[in-house]
């Protein structure tokens, strides 16, 4: 456990991401573990990290397209 950078929870909404997210983190907590619990949609979170650069280059994209057409 000690050499784990990163656990994710996946599941469609409603499933109990966050719950079982929460629990893992209280565990840890327990444990002794240092730890950094996100929300999904917390900024800093490392998905949402990939998920705004996705969109960027979505943007600068269209932007650039449009600029030529």
Known sequence: METT???????????GKSTTAQS???????????????????QGHPAWVRWLHQQNRRSMRRKWTSHFN
Request: aromatic content about 14%; cysteine-free; overall charge neutral.
């Open 5 to 15: 950078k990163l656990i994710m929870v996946e599941g469609i909404p409603g499933s």
């Open 24 to 42: 893992i983190s209280k565990s840890l907590d327990r444990m002794g573990f240092k730890h950094k619990w996100w929300y999904e949609e917390e």
